[in-house]
Structures are given as C-alpha cells and as structure tokens.
T-cell receptor, first 112, second 114 residues
Framework: QQQVKQSPQSLIVQKGGISIINCAYE??????FPWYQQFPGKGPALLIA?????SEKKEGRFTISFNKSAKQFSLHIMDSQPGDSATYFC???????????FGSGTRLQVQP | DAGVTQSPTHLIKTRGQQVTLRCSPK?????VSWYQQALGQGPQFIFQ???????QRGNFPDRFSGHQFPNYSSELNVNALLLGDSALYLC?????????????FGPGTRLLVL
C-alpha cells in the first residue's frame, strides 16, 4: 500500500516537445506529491509539488496534473530542452507516513 | 541561506568497518530524514529524526543507526559494512507540519565498500 508506481522508465523527446511522466499511488493517506529532478552524482532537487485540494499546478514550463479519484498524478514538461535531460522521480508522503515514498524514476533524454 | 549540507562527499571503506555520515539541515528546519539510493534506483527511506528522537524507520537493519543533535544536525552510522551498503546516502531536511512535508535534499555522500 506504500508503493508509488512510475512510468515510463525512460523517455526520449525532441527539443521543444512535451515530456509526460505518470505516477499512481495506493495509500489514500498521502497528501503531498512532489516531483524531484536528479542529475548524475547529485542529490534530488525539488521541482514542483501539489496537494490534493487542487487538480493542476503550473510553474514555468512544468505542470502537475492530479486526479484524486484515480489516485494518479503526472508531470508535464513543456518546450523540453536538452538541459532538462535528467532522471525524474515522483514521490508522496502524508501525515501517517512522513517518509517520502519514491517512484522508480524516469530517465529523460531531450535530443537537440 | 545555505541549503542542506552533507559530509564527507565521498568515502571508501572495507567490509566490516564502521562509517559515520553527517548532515546539517536548512535553516529553520527541525526534521532530518536519511535515504539510501543505490545506482539506478530511487531513494529508499532509512529513518527520520525529530526532536532528537527516531520517529519513523524504513526496512533497514539495526546496523543502521542515527542521532540528531540539539542544533538539528544529524549523523547516520552504519556498522559492519557490507558490499551491498555501497550507495549514495542522502539527507533531507524539512519543517514538521500537520501533513506531508516538503523535503529538501543535500548533495549526498557516495559510499563505496570494498
């Protein structure tokens, strides 16, 4: 019940395209859903996060869409750039489970 | 404002040895969590410290222990190192709220066990 399932495992997008990464969760006690970006050899950096009281949050080129009834959330990267090439992790936590539960990660490659 | 800092950045140990990793949280944060990230995988939760006590623990053996100091900094200790303990060890800090919290990660300590 603690799992967060993430897909796809890897993604190749052309420069200027839209990158979409999906996650699904099981634990209904989760109430905070962040996305992290990680470059090789570095720690994960918080990209954007959402709480279940809204269905969408946008920050620059990054948008989270959240579907509470389906227990799914996704990250959209608009106008993808080569500098966006990294591994992206979705995660979740909540009052009863303060530890972040991470998805398995998506390796994004943006081709110039 | 300094972010989360960790030391050392890299460490090489041999099987059976003990290691101590250190973490300083972001200013204003009172909670420290430790994660282990094996190569090509997502971070796995080890434990979380708040008010100098271990509040939650993941599926890690007792060889993994920790401590939080009054200034909120924290240490992770691993005894009797195994080859499988080779990983990136991440510290994350947060401010304890009533619900799920934003956690900010440090750069990690890369541990290699030979």
């Amino acid at each position: 019940q603690q799992q967060v399932k993430q897909s796809p495992q890897s993604l190749i997008v052309q420069k200027g395209g839209i990158s979409i990464i999906n996650c699904a969760y099981e634990n209904t006690a989760f109430d905070y859903f962040p996305w992290y970006q990680q470059f090789p050899g570095k720690g994960p950096a918080l990209l954007i996060a959402i709480r279940p009281d809204v269905s969408e949050k946008k920050e620059g080129r990054f948008t989270i869409s959240f579907n509470k009834s389906a227990k799914q959330f996704s990250l959209h990267i608009m106008d993808s750039q080569p500098g966006d090439s990294a591994t992206y992790f979705c995660a979740a936590n909540g009052t009863g489970r303060r530890a972040l539960t991470f998805g398995s990660g998506t390796r994004l490659q943006v081709q110039p | 404002d300094a972010g989360v800092t960790q030391s050392p950045t890299h460490l090489i140990k041999t099987r059976g040895q003990q290691v101590t990793l250190r973490c300083s949280p972001k200013s204003g944060h009172d909670t420290v969590s430790w994660y282990q990230q094996a190569l090509g995988q997502g971070p796995q939760f080890i434990f979380q410290y708040y008010e100098e006590e271990e509040r939650q623990r993941g599926n890690f053996p007792d060889r993994f222990s920790g401590h939080q100091f009054p200034n909120y900094s924290s240490e992770l200790n691993v005894n009797a190192l195994l080859l499988g303990d080779s990983a990136l060890y991440l510290c994350a800090s947060s401010y304890r709220t009533g619900g799920g919290e934003t956690q900010y990660f440090g750069p990690g300590t890369r541990l290699l066990v030979l």
